[in-house]
């Protein structure tokens, strides 16, 4: 009986008696969540239009944030220059996979596909290592003009801190879903994108050059791990243990749909939330670290009940 | 030349059935067998102890995966935690009754991994490809938190690993710091015969066969009569036992003690490499891709040093992750299939060899 009020109803009395403490850990739970939304962005960028289920999205990041930090630290290039050249090393990294990774791949099955970009994970972790070296580095945050310090309100009987960093990656992430919902839908690249999407052949007939959508999407989703990196490596360090962070995407992809734009969002969220809210008012009971499988257990339970996910297309088939 | 059939001939149904049906190979795996016995003749402990013994446990973990992946189609990210229950299942269970005899706990673990495995298994009727892969990350997850959180499973140790005590077997040392790299090399080697012959029977049998037409296209197995769910259920056991046995294996006759972090992710990745390049539905192939993922990175570590190249210890290991990767996609590009079917390729060009049809 204990047991069960400690889980039914001892969290909801501590949510009522601290409405700080629940506002504090939401805003938490609404930050992680958003980052693992914009890793699961990435995801659906280069699913929607290569069928390519891309394991190398978290690894991206690392790289992208690495070579950031890389070409300011170690080459002292000044920090908007560095990040215009990391775009640029985005760019030729989109190419080179598209060249030699997925050219010579068409029309395989997508399990193999998939096992592929484990390929390019594994390479670039080692290449990774091997220019930037694996000690953790530190994000300039100033040099980006991304500001410092927290906000403090006093509501709720207590006070709520909010990081203005995470204010500023909400609102830059929040500007970049925006800019890609009008990309994908206004201009003909983007139509291009979602013809490509919704048939490779018919889109081809109609003049579409595959090589370059993909090289385009990975691209994109290149900027997308970008972005994604600067905020991440700013909250901690930058290092290959960011790249745990994109299996955290896996169930926030279950959980919206693979094909779904808002679905990796709303899920992100809700995954973020969820986590830290259980590890908060649960964890206790289960001997703490609930984080590294609760995110998993959601999304199966999740597929069991809808495995197209909340926004993904219907899948007819059902063995 | 010598890899021909000319004059072998197939006078009733068994030879024709037969798994080697050519003489060449069975002499080959004769000398092999010979061989594999005969290698801790030569007192290299380097070659029994850091090399054969974890190449044969990581075939062994091949082995299980690739019935699970290779023959039923069913993509597992959970190897490495299943490994894991193997490994702390034995613990638990020869520190409970430390008179049995070791070698039947590490069969007994097997059992307990299989059943751990079919529990995750369940999913698999509702979800397959991507959703069934991030369905055993959830069982990779939640175990590795197990054998972090749950300390009754390393006896409240307060370092939080696992540290093998000493077993006899008929009075020899097989288990612990004492025992010989000798004994716990002919103990692998026994496991792995043993159980790479029972997986050859399994996947030409009845029961390997449904596994493939389930792997093939499931509703037309399911129309055949094959029902889904029992034999699904029986490949993620059967692949979790192999599996278990292996991890068991692995700290008791290699390690000798383990962390958890043995049976991370990572783990989990390596031995679904070792199927990729080896071969996806391909005993064989096990044992190639073992050999390829475990022996080369050794091979890259000391070849450098072999030429009189003196490399750091780091950049050795990155030059080893970028290599692994690159023959990923490498072997993606060039044979699907993996190392298996280059040899079965091989073969096929000797046996008509000088002719090329």
Redesign the interface.
Known sequence: MHFLYLIFIDPFVQMAQAPDLLAQTLWEGLVAGMLYALIALGFVLIFKASGVFNFAQGIMVVFAALTLVGLHHDLHVPAFIALALTIGVMFVLAFAIERAVLRPLVNQPDIILFMATFGITYFLIGFGEYIFGGDPKVMPTGDLYLPNGAVTYHTLGGMVQLQKLDIAAAVIASIMVAGLAVFFSKTRIGRALRAVADSHEAALSVGISLEQIWVIVWFAAGLVALVTGIFWGARSDVSFALEVIALKALPVLILGGLTSVPGAIVGGLIIGVGEKLFEFYWGSLFGGGTDAWFAYVIALVFLMFRPQGLFGERIIERV | MLYREAGQFKTDYASDQAIFPILQDRIGLAVILVVAFAIPLANNDFLTNAMMIPFMIFVLAAIGLNLLTGYTGL?SLGTGAFMGVGAYACYKLTSIFPNVNILIWVVVSGFFSAAVGAVFGL?S???????LA??T??AQ??L??CF???SWLYNYNISGAIEVPQRTLFGIIVTGPRATAETRYYIVLIFLVAMTWIASNLVHGRIGRSWMAVRDM??AA?LMGIR?LPTKLLAFAVSSFYCGVAGALMVFLWYGGAEPAVFN?NQS?TI??MI?IGGLGSLLGAYLGAALIYILPIVLRFAPEAVGLHVHA??A?????????????FF??AE?AGLARLWQVGKQKLRVWPFPY
């Not at chain 2, 290991?317 to 996609?329: D, K, Q, R």
Request: net charge negative; glycine share 4%.
């Open positions: 993509l999913p009727l509702r979800i397959k490809g991507f959703y991030i369905a990350l959830a997850f939640f590795e938190w972090i959180r749950v499931d509703i399911e889904l992710i990745f679904l490499f990729i780091a950049t290991e990155h030059v080893t992750f970028m290599t692994v990767g690159a023959l990923i996609i993606l590009i699907p």
